[in-house]
Protein backbone atom coordinates (compact mmCIF):
# COMPACT_ATOMS: atom_id res chain seq x y z
CA UNK A 1 0.00 0.00 0.00
CA UNK A 2 1.82 3.24 -0.72
CA UNK A 3 0.92 5.77 1.39
CA UNK A 4 2.80 8.92 0.83
CA UNK A 5 0.51 10.73 -1.36
CA UNK A 6 -0.01 14.46 -1.32
CA UNK A 7 -3.15 16.20 -2.45
CA UNK A 8 -2.13 19.41 -4.34
CA UNK A 9 -5.97 20.05 -5.82
CA UNK A 10 -9.51 18.40 -6.02
CA UNK A 11 -8.41 16.35 -9.14
CA UNK A 12 -4.44 16.25 -8.52
CA UNK A 13 -2.36 14.17 -5.59
CA UNK A 14 1.38 13.68 -5.96
CA UNK A 15 3.95 10.78 -5.34
CA UNK A 16 7.32 12.96 -3.71
CA UNK A 17 10.44 11.41 -5.20
CA UNK A 18 11.70 8.85 -3.28
CA UNK A 19 14.42 6.51 -3.11
CA UNK A 20 15.69 5.44 -6.86
CA UNK A 21 12.45 7.80 -8.50
CA UNK A 22 13.91 10.44 -10.83
CA UNK A 23 10.62 12.47 -10.81
CA UNK A 24 7.17 12.65 -8.44
CA UNK A 25 4.69 10.83 -9.85
CA UNK A 26 1.22 12.41 -10.76
CA UNK A 27 -2.46 11.49 -10.29
CA UNK A 28 -5.17 12.94 -12.22
CA UNK A 29 -8.33 11.56 -10.31
CA UNK A 30 -11.10 11.98 -7.87
CA UNK A 31 -11.28 11.08 -4.21
CA UNK A 32 -13.08 8.11 -4.92
CA UNK A 33 -11.50 7.28 -8.93
CA UNK A 34 -8.27 7.12 -6.45
CA UNK A 35 -9.71 4.89 -3.78
CA UNK A 36 -10.33 2.37 -7.16
CA UNK A 37 -6.93 3.07 -8.44
CA UNK A 38 -5.59 1.77 -5.00
CA UNK A 39 -6.88 -1.60 -5.71
CA UNK A 40 -4.61 -2.76 -7.91
CA UNK A 41 -0.95 -2.40 -8.92
CA UNK A 42 -1.14 0.84 -10.73
CA UNK A 43 0.89 3.04 -8.34
CA UNK A 44 3.55 0.67 -7.77
CA UNK A 45 3.66 0.77 -11.73
CA UNK A 46 3.98 4.54 -11.76
CA UNK A 47 6.49 5.19 -9.70
CA UNK A 48 8.40 2.13 -11.50
CA UNK A 49 8.16 4.15 -14.53
CA UNK A 50 9.75 7.19 -12.51
CA UNK A 51 12.62 5.38 -11.60
CA UNK A 52 13.67 4.68 -15.36
CA UNK A 53 16.66 6.95 -17.16
CA UNK A 54 15.59 10.78 -18.61
CA UNK A 55 12.62 10.81 -17.27
CA UNK A 56 11.32 14.46 -17.12
CA UNK A 57 8.96 16.35 -14.92
CA UNK A 58 6.56 13.38 -13.55
CA UNK A 59 5.35 10.48 -15.10
CA UNK A 60 1.21 10.45 -15.07
CA UNK A 61 -1.65 8.31 -14.44
CA UNK A 62 -5.03 9.62 -15.88
CA UNK A 63 -8.77 9.31 -14.43
CA UNK A 64 -8.86 5.76 -16.30
CA UNK A 65 -5.93 4.40 -15.32
CA UNK A 66 -5.72 0.59 -14.36
CA UNK A 67 -2.91 -1.83 -13.78
CA UNK A 68 -1.37 -3.02 -17.22
CA UNK A 69 2.05 -4.73 -18.32
CA UNK A 70 5.35 -3.06 -16.84
CA UNK A 71 2.75 0.78 -16.70
CA UNK A 72 -0.36 1.24 -16.24
CA UNK A 73 -2.99 1.50 -18.81
CA UNK A 74 -3.69 5.69 -18.31
CA UNK A 75 0.11 6.25 -18.23
CA UNK A 76 1.76 9.15 -19.35
CA UNK A 77 5.69 9.63 -19.68
CA UNK A 78 8.01 11.62 -21.55
CA UNK A 79 11.78 11.40 -21.94
CA UNK A 80 14.72 13.40 -23.05
CA UNK A 81 16.30 12.28 -26.42
CA UNK A 82 19.73 12.33 -25.29
CA UNK A 83 19.36 10.68 -21.66
CA UNK A 84 15.97 9.25 -22.01
CA UNK A 85 14.39 5.36 -22.63
CA UNK A 86 11.38 4.19 -25.40
CA UNK A 87 9.98 1.37 -23.78
CA UNK A 88 7.20 -0.59 -25.27
CA UNK A 89 6.07 -1.34 -21.79
CA UNK A 90 4.93 2.45 -21.67
CA UNK A 91 3.41 2.09 -25.23
CA UNK A 92 1.13 -0.58 -24.68
CA UNK A 93 0.83 -3.96 -27.30
CA UNK A 94 -1.73 -3.03 -29.57
CA UNK A 95 0.32 -0.22 -30.73
CA UNK A 96 -2.03 2.89 -32.16
CA UNK A 97 -4.99 1.14 -30.63
CA UNK A 98 -7.04 4.48 -31.27
CA UNK A 99 -10.37 5.80 -32.11
CA UNK A 100 -12.28 7.24 -35.66
CA UNK A 101 -15.35 9.16 -35.40
CA UNK A 102 -17.33 9.92 -37.76
CA UNK A 103 -20.54 11.81 -38.75
CA UNK A 104 -23.11 11.22 -41.06
CA UNK A 105 -26.00 13.24 -43.23
CA UNK A 106 -28.05 10.07 -42.16
CA UNK A 107 -30.91 11.28 -39.44
CA UNK A 108 -30.83 9.10 -36.26
CA UNK A 109 -34.43 8.32 -37.03
CA UNK A 110 -33.68 6.73 -40.16
CA UNK A 111 -31.00 4.70 -39.51
CA UNK A 112 -33.16 3.22 -36.68
CA UNK A 113 -35.95 1.74 -38.61
CA UNK A 114 -33.36 0.07 -40.85
CA UNK A 115 -30.73 -0.74 -38.17
CA UNK A 116 -31.24 -4.39 -37.56
CA UNK A 117 -30.14 -4.89 -41.07
CA UNK A 118 -27.29 -2.72 -41.44
CA UNK A 119 -25.53 -3.88 -38.44
CA UNK A 120 -25.55 -7.51 -39.94
CA UNK A 121 -24.37 -6.23 -43.29
CA UNK A 122 -21.94 -4.23 -41.39
CA UNK A 123 -21.02 -7.35 -39.38
CA UNK A 124 -20.66 -9.41 -42.40
CA UNK A 125 -18.61 -6.69 -44.13
CA UNK A 126 -15.81 -6.19 -41.25
CA UNK A 127 -14.43 -9.35 -39.74
CA UNK A 128 -14.80 -9.74 -36.21
CA UNK A 129 -13.39 -11.92 -32.90
CA UNK A 130 -9.85 -13.22 -32.25
CA UNK A 131 -7.46 -14.09 -35.37
CA UNK A 132 -10.20 -12.80 -37.38
CA UNK A 133 -8.72 -12.48 -40.65
CA UNK A 134 -9.71 -10.96 -44.56
CA UNK A 135 -8.45 -11.29 -47.26
CA UNK A 136 -5.22 -11.60 -48.01
CA UNK A 137 -2.46 -8.53 -49.01
CA UNK A 138 0.72 -9.55 -50.64
CA UNK A 139 4.14 -9.00 -48.92
CA UNK A 140 4.57 -5.74 -51.20
CA UNK A 141 1.05 -4.06 -49.98
CA UNK A 142 1.97 -4.62 -46.61
CA UNK A 143 5.26 -2.96 -46.10
CA UNK A 144 4.08 -0.02 -48.52
CA UNK A 145 1.15 0.18 -45.83
CA UNK A 146 3.77 -0.29 -43.29
CA UNK A 147 5.33 2.79 -44.66
CA UNK A 148 2.63 5.23 -46.23
CA UNK A 149 -0.59 4.10 -43.74
CA UNK A 150 -3.78 5.06 -44.92
CA UNK A 151 -2.51 6.71 -47.78
CA UNK A 152 -2.19 3.25 -49.08
CA UNK A 153 -6.07 2.76 -48.87
CA UNK A 154 -6.46 6.39 -50.59
CA UNK A 155 -4.38 4.82 -53.65
CA UNK A 156 -6.34 1.57 -53.98
CA UNK A 157 -10.32 3.52 -54.28
CA UNK A 158 -10.83 2.28 -50.01
CA UNK A 159 -11.03 5.84 -49.04
CA UNK A 160 -10.98 9.62 -50.32
CA UNK A 161 -8.45 12.53 -50.01
CA UNK A 162 -10.36 14.18 -46.91
CA UNK A 163 -10.26 10.97 -44.85
CA UNK A 164 -6.63 11.48 -44.10
CA UNK A 165 -6.78 15.04 -43.48
CA UNK A 166 -7.97 15.40 -40.00
CA UNK A 167 -6.32 12.31 -38.72
CA UNK A 168 -3.49 12.35 -35.93
CA UNK A 169 -0.10 12.68 -38.46
CA UNK A 170 -2.55 12.61 -41.42
CA UNK A 171 -3.25 8.75 -41.08
CA UNK A 172 1.20 8.38 -41.47
CA UNK A 173 3.99 8.80 -39.23
CA UNK A 174 7.16 9.43 -41.12
CA UNK A 175 10.02 7.63 -40.18
CA UNK A 176 8.63 3.95 -40.29
CA UNK A 177 10.75 1.33 -41.62
CA UNK A 178 9.59 -2.43 -42.82
CA UNK A 179 13.17 -4.18 -42.82
CA UNK A 180 12.95 -3.76 -38.66
CA UNK A 181 9.51 -6.15 -38.33
CA UNK A 182 10.50 -9.91 -38.16
CA UNK A 183 8.72 -11.80 -40.37
CA UNK A 184 6.57 -13.59 -38.22
CA UNK A 185 4.74 -9.92 -37.52
CA UNK A 186 4.72 -9.71 -41.07
CA UNK A 187 2.91 -13.10 -41.38
CA UNK A 188 0.47 -11.93 -39.00
CA UNK A 189 -0.70 -8.44 -40.74
CA UNK A 190 -1.12 -10.18 -43.87
CA UNK A 191 -4.70 -11.06 -43.26
CA UNK A 192 -5.65 -8.60 -40.56
CA UNK A 193 -6.45 -5.64 -42.55
CA UNK A 194 -9.69 -4.07 -42.27
CA UNK A 195 -10.45 -6.35 -39.12
CA UNK A 196 -11.81 -5.72 -36.49
CA UNK A 197 -10.56 -8.48 -33.86
CA UNK A 198 -11.45 -8.74 -30.02
CA UNK A 199 -11.43 -7.40 -26.17
CA UNK A 200 -12.31 -3.56 -25.94
CA UNK A 201 -12.57 -3.16 -29.80
CA UNK A 202 -16.11 -2.03 -31.18
CA UNK A 203 -17.75 -0.22 -34.21
CA UNK A 204 -20.59 1.89 -32.74
CA UNK A 205 -23.70 3.58 -33.83
CA UNK A 206 -24.92 6.44 -31.68
CA UNK A 207 -26.90 9.65 -31.59
CA UNK A 208 -25.84 12.62 -29.83
CA UNK A 209 -27.77 13.50 -26.95
CA UNK A 210 -25.86 16.33 -25.02
CA UNK A 211 -23.88 19.13 -26.30
CA UNK A 212 -21.82 21.16 -23.83
CA UNK A 213 -19.94 23.24 -26.30
CA UNK A 214 -22.01 24.08 -29.27
CA UNK A 215 -19.39 26.55 -31.14
CA UNK A 216 -17.05 23.78 -30.83
CA UNK A 217 -19.40 20.95 -31.80
CA UNK A 218 -20.16 23.18 -35.24
CA UNK A 219 -17.00 23.42 -36.65
CA UNK A 220 -16.71 19.73 -35.59
CA UNK A 221 -19.29 19.15 -37.56
CA UNK A 222 -21.48 17.25 -34.78
CA UNK A 223 -25.30 17.43 -35.13
CA UNK A 224 -28.07 16.49 -32.75
CA UNK A 225 -30.59 14.97 -35.61
CA UNK A 226 -27.37 12.71 -37.63
CA UNK A 227 -26.42 9.33 -36.92
CA UNK A 228 -22.52 9.32 -36.21
CA UNK A 229 -20.02 6.21 -35.88
CA UNK A 230 -17.32 4.94 -33.46
CA UNK A 231 -14.29 3.02 -34.87
CA UNK A 232 -12.30 1.42 -32.10
CA UNK A 233 -9.22 -1.25 -32.94
CA UNK A 234 -5.47 -0.71 -33.26
CA UNK A 235 -2.44 -2.96 -35.40
CA UNK A 236 -4.26 -6.40 -34.64
CA UNK A 237 -1.60 -8.72 -34.43
CA UNK A 238 1.02 -7.45 -36.35
CA UNK A 239 1.40 -4.54 -33.27
CA UNK A 240 1.49 -7.22 -30.75
CA UNK A 241 4.27 -9.10 -32.32
CA UNK A 242 6.48 -6.04 -32.95
CA UNK A 243 5.23 -5.59 -28.88
CA UNK A 244 6.78 -9.06 -28.34
CA UNK A 245 9.71 -9.29 -30.23
CA UNK A 246 11.27 -6.04 -29.03
CA UNK A 247 10.14 -6.39 -25.27
CA UNK A 248 12.16 -9.87 -25.58
CA UNK A 249 14.94 -8.00 -27.16
CA UNK A 250 15.21 -5.21 -24.99
CA UNK A 251 14.82 -7.86 -21.67
CA UNK A 252 17.82 -9.84 -23.47
CA UNK A 253 19.91 -6.74 -24.48
CA UNK A 254 19.23 -4.94 -21.37
CA UNK A 255 21.33 -2.14 -22.07
CA UNK A 256 20.38 -0.02 -19.16
CA UNK A 257 20.33 -2.79 -16.01
CA UNK A 258 16.43 -2.28 -15.63
CA UNK A 259 15.43 -5.31 -13.22
CA UNK A 260 11.75 -4.72 -13.60
CA UNK A 261 11.57 -7.33 -17.38
CA UNK A 262 8.06 -5.35 -18.18
CA UNK A 263 9.23 -1.93 -18.38
CA UNK A 264 12.71 -3.58 -20.56
CA UNK A 265 13.96 -0.05 -21.99
CA UNK A 266 16.40 1.23 -24.28
CA UNK A 267 17.84 4.44 -25.23
CA UNK A 268 15.93 6.42 -27.52
CA UNK A 269 18.98 7.20 -28.90
CA UNK A 270 20.53 3.73 -29.47
CA UNK A 271 20.74 1.86 -32.59
CA UNK A 272 18.50 -0.67 -30.79
CA UNK A 273 16.14 2.01 -29.28
CA UNK A 274 15.73 3.49 -32.82
CA UNK A 275 15.34 0.14 -34.53
CA UNK A 276 12.22 -0.36 -32.08
CA UNK A 277 11.05 3.34 -32.85
CA UNK A 278 10.68 2.48 -36.63
CA UNK A 279 8.90 -0.78 -36.06
CA UNK A 280 6.38 0.73 -33.90
CA UNK A 281 5.80 3.35 -36.75
CA UNK A 282 4.57 0.94 -39.19
CA UNK A 283 2.06 -0.76 -36.57
CA UNK A 284 0.71 2.92 -36.44
CA UNK A 285 1.01 2.87 -39.71
CA UNK A 286 -0.82 -0.50 -40.21
CA UNK A 287 -3.25 0.80 -37.31
CA UNK A 288 -4.53 3.77 -39.69
CA UNK A 289 -4.99 2.14 -42.62
CA UNK A 290 -6.82 -0.49 -40.76
CA UNK A 291 -9.14 1.57 -39.35
CA UNK A 292 -9.26 3.93 -43.08
CA UNK A 293 -10.32 0.34 -44.62
CA UNK A 294 -13.07 -0.39 -42.12
CA UNK A 295 -14.22 3.02 -42.73
CA UNK A 296 -14.48 2.40 -46.33
CA UNK A 297 -16.39 -0.57 -45.93
CA UNK A 298 -18.68 1.27 -42.92
CA UNK A 299 -19.62 4.12 -46.09
CA UNK A 300 -20.41 0.89 -48.56
CA UNK A 301 -22.50 -1.04 -46.84
CA UNK A 302 -24.38 2.69 -45.61
CA UNK A 303 -24.71 3.49 -49.24
CA UNK A 304 -26.86 0.42 -50.50
CA UNK A 305 -28.97 1.49 -47.52
CA UNK A 306 -29.20 5.63 -48.30
CA UNK A 307 -28.18 5.79 -51.49
CA UNK A 308 -27.29 10.29 -50.45
CA UNK A 309 -25.55 8.73 -47.31
CA UNK A 310 -22.34 10.65 -47.02
CA UNK A 311 -19.62 9.60 -44.34
CA UNK A 312 -17.15 12.55 -42.92
CA UNK A 313 -14.56 12.02 -40.43
CA UNK A 314 -14.01 14.31 -37.50
CA UNK A 315 -11.15 12.47 -36.23
CA UNK A 316 -8.79 9.85 -35.60
CA UNK A 317 -6.20 9.42 -32.97
CA UNK A 318 -4.04 7.00 -30.53
CA UNK A 319 -4.59 5.61 -27.82
CA UNK A 320 -0.52 3.90 -28.13
CA UNK A 321 2.06 5.20 -28.98
CA UNK A 322 5.58 7.33 -28.32
CA UNK A 323 5.92 10.14 -30.32
CA UNK A 324 8.52 12.98 -30.59
CA UNK A 325 6.93 16.14 -29.45
CA UNK A 326 7.60 19.69 -28.88
CA UNK A 327 6.66 20.65 -25.58
CA UNK A 328 7.40 23.91 -23.41
CA UNK A 329 9.03 22.62 -20.09
CA UNK A 330 9.93 25.85 -18.16
CA UNK A 331 6.65 27.37 -18.00
CA UNK A 332 8.27 30.91 -17.56
CA UNK A 333 10.31 30.69 -21.09
CA UNK A 334 9.16 30.07 -24.97
CA UNK A 335 11.24 27.72 -25.21
CA UNK A 336 10.05 24.49 -26.87
CA UNK A 337 12.30 21.36 -26.33
CA UNK A 338 11.72 17.75 -28.16
CA UNK A 339 10.77 14.51 -26.32
CA UNK A 340 9.57 11.26 -26.74
CA UNK A 341 6.40 11.60 -25.10
CA UNK A 342 4.67 7.96 -24.33
CA UNK A 343 1.14 7.72 -24.01
CA UNK A 344 -0.33 4.18 -23.18
CA UNK A 345 -4.23 4.03 -22.89
CA UNK A 346 -4.42 7.94 -23.23
CA UNK A 347 -5.26 10.77 -25.68
CA UNK A 348 -3.16 13.39 -26.98
CA UNK A 349 -4.80 16.80 -26.57
CA UNK A 350 -3.16 19.45 -28.28
CA UNK A 351 -4.73 22.93 -27.45
CA UNK A 352 -4.80 25.77 -30.40
CA UNK A 353 -2.27 26.86 -32.65
CA UNK A 354 -0.78 23.74 -32.30
CA UNK A 355 0.96 22.96 -35.95
CA UNK A 356 0.38 19.29 -35.46
CA UNK A 357 -3.22 20.22 -36.24
CA UNK A 358 -5.59 20.35 -39.24
CA UNK A 359 -6.02 23.85 -40.56
CA UNK A 360 -9.78 23.52 -39.56
CA UNK A 361 -8.87 22.84 -35.59
CA UNK A 362 -5.66 25.24 -35.24
CA UNK A 363 -8.56 27.47 -33.49
CA UNK A 364 -10.48 25.34 -31.18
CA UNK A 365 -7.66 22.70 -30.37
CA UNK A 366 -8.11 19.02 -31.58
CA UNK A 367 -10.92 16.78 -31.37
CA UNK A 368 -10.51 14.29 -28.18
CA UNK A 369 -12.19 10.99 -28.95
CA UNK A 370 -13.21 9.14 -25.13
CA UNK A 371 -15.39 6.23 -25.82
CA UNK A 372 -17.05 4.78 -23.04
CA UNK A 373 -18.13 0.76 -22.05
CA UNK A 374 -20.24 -0.96 -24.12
CA UNK A 375 -23.93 0.79 -23.11
CA UNK A 376 -22.74 3.39 -21.53
CA UNK A 377 -22.31 7.29 -22.94
CA UNK A 378 -19.25 8.17 -25.33
CA UNK A 379 -18.00 11.78 -25.40
CA UNK A 380 -16.00 13.99 -27.78
CA UNK A 381 -13.78 16.67 -25.89
CA UNK A 382 -11.41 19.51 -27.64
CA UNK A 383 -7.97 19.66 -26.79
CA UNK A 384 -6.38 22.76 -24.61
CA UNK A 385 -3.42 24.65 -24.00
CA UNK A 386 -3.61 23.83 -19.97
CA UNK A 387 -3.02 20.11 -21.02
CA UNK A 388 0.11 21.23 -23.02
CA UNK A 389 1.38 22.57 -19.38
CA UNK A 390 0.22 19.72 -16.63
CA UNK A 391 0.08 16.86 -19.16
CA UNK A 392 2.07 16.95 -21.78
CA UNK A 393 -0.83 17.44 -23.77
CA UNK A 394 -2.84 14.62 -22.81
CA UNK A 395 -6.00 13.28 -21.43
CA UNK A 396 -7.83 9.92 -20.84
CA UNK A 397 -8.42 7.88 -23.19
CA UNK A 398 -11.67 5.91 -22.13
CA UNK A 399 -13.64 4.63 -18.83
CA UNK A 400 -10.80 2.35 -17.54
CA UNK A 401 -11.34 -1.32 -16.40
CA UNK A 402 -12.48 -1.78 -13.03
CA UNK A 403 -12.30 -5.90 -12.96
CA UNK A 404 -10.61 -8.23 -14.54
CA UNK A 405 -11.44 -10.29 -17.81
CA UNK A 406 -10.98 -13.53 -16.01
CA UNK A 407 -13.36 -12.19 -13.19
CA UNK A 408 -15.77 -11.22 -15.20
CA UNK A 409 -15.97 -14.36 -17.18
CA UNK A 410 -16.86 -15.94 -13.41
CA UNK A 411 -19.24 -13.40 -12.13
CA UNK A 412 -21.57 -12.03 -15.11
CA UNK A 413 -24.13 -13.54 -17.10
CA UNK A 414 -24.14 -12.67 -20.41
CA UNK A 415 -27.83 -12.89 -21.56
CA UNK A 416 -28.13 -11.01 -18.36
CA UNK A 417 -26.05 -8.35 -19.99
CA UNK A 418 -27.91 -8.81 -23.42
CA UNK A 419 -31.22 -8.35 -21.68
CA UNK A 420 -30.22 -4.91 -19.99
CA UNK A 421 -28.74 -3.65 -23.66
CA UNK A 422 -31.96 -4.81 -25.19
CA UNK A 423 -33.93 -2.76 -22.60
CA UNK A 424 -31.85 -0.06 -23.32
CA UNK A 425 -32.47 0.16 -26.98
CA UNK A 426 -29.36 -0.49 -27.95
CA UNK A 427 -28.70 -3.34 -30.71
CA UNK A 428 -25.67 -5.73 -30.20
CA UNK A 429 -23.92 -8.34 -32.31
CA UNK A 430 -21.08 -9.83 -31.17
CA UNK A 431 -18.04 -12.16 -32.62
CA UNK A 432 -18.05 -14.16 -29.70
CA UNK A 433 -20.20 -14.54 -26.33
CA UNK A 434 -17.06 -14.25 -24.10
CA UNK A 435 -16.66 -10.87 -25.18
CA UNK A 436 -20.28 -9.75 -23.80
CA UNK A 437 -19.42 -10.71 -20.19
CA UNK A 438 -15.32 -9.51 -20.76
CA UNK A 439 -16.80 -5.69 -21.92
CA UNK A 440 -19.87 -5.41 -19.77
CA UNK A 441 -20.50 -1.83 -18.86
CA UNK A 442 -20.32 -2.65 -14.93
CA UNK A 443 -16.80 -3.75 -15.24
CA UNK A 444 -15.57 -0.71 -16.07
CA UNK A 445 -15.31 3.09 -14.23
CA UNK A 446 -17.77 5.52 -14.46
CA UNK A 447 -17.03 7.23 -17.93
CA UNK A 448 -19.06 10.54 -17.22
CA UNK A 449 -16.68 11.41 -13.73
CA UNK A 450 -13.35 10.35 -16.06
CA UNK A 451 -14.62 12.92 -18.25
CA UNK A 452 -16.03 15.60 -15.72
CA UNK A 453 -12.17 15.23 -14.58
CA UNK A 454 -10.38 15.89 -17.71
CA UNK A 455 -13.12 19.00 -17.91
CA UNK A 456 -12.51 20.67 -14.68
CA UNK A 457 -8.89 19.90 -14.52
CA UNK A 458 -8.65 21.71 -17.91
CA UNK A 459 -7.04 19.05 -19.67
CA UNK A 460 -9.84 18.21 -22.27
CA UNK A 461 -13.02 19.97 -22.52
CA UNK A 462 -16.46 18.85 -22.96
CA UNK A 463 -18.03 19.14 -26.61
CA UNK A 464 -21.04 16.59 -26.89
CA UNK A 465 -22.02 13.54 -25.34
CA UNK A 466 -23.37 10.78 -27.33
CA UNK A 467 -25.25 7.15 -26.69
CA UNK A 468 -25.56 4.01 -28.20
CA UNK A 469 -27.48 2.56 -30.64
CA UNK A 470 -26.00 -0.36 -32.10
CA UNK A 471 -22.86 -2.03 -31.07
CA UNK A 472 -20.80 -4.89 -32.93
CA UNK A 473 -18.27 -6.42 -30.56
CA UNK A 474 -15.27 -8.67 -31.50
Request: glycine share 8%; aromatic share 6%.
Amino acid sequence: MIENIKKISNYEWQIPKTNDMKVPAKIFASENLLKLIKKDNTLQQLQNVAKLPGIIKNSIVLPDAHQGYGAPIGCVAAFDLEKGVISPGIIGFDINCGVRLATTNIPVKEFIKKQEQIIKDIFNAVPTGVGSENNKISKQELNEILVSGANWAIKNNLGIKEDIEKCEEKACILGADPKFVSQRAIARGLSQLGTLGAGNHFLEFQEINKVFDKKTAEIFKLNKENLTIMIHCGSRGLGHQIASDYTQLFIKENLLNIQEKELASAPFNSDLGQNYFKAMKCAVNFAFCNRQVIMHNIRSVLKKHFPYSELSLVYDVAHNIAKVEEHQLDLNSIKKTKICVHRKGATRSFGPERPELPEVYKKTGQPVLIPGSMGTSSYVLVGTKKAEQISFASTAHGAGRLESRTSAKKRLNPEKIKQELKNKNILLMLGSISGIVEEAPEVYKDVNEVVKISHELGIGNLVVKTKPLAVIKG
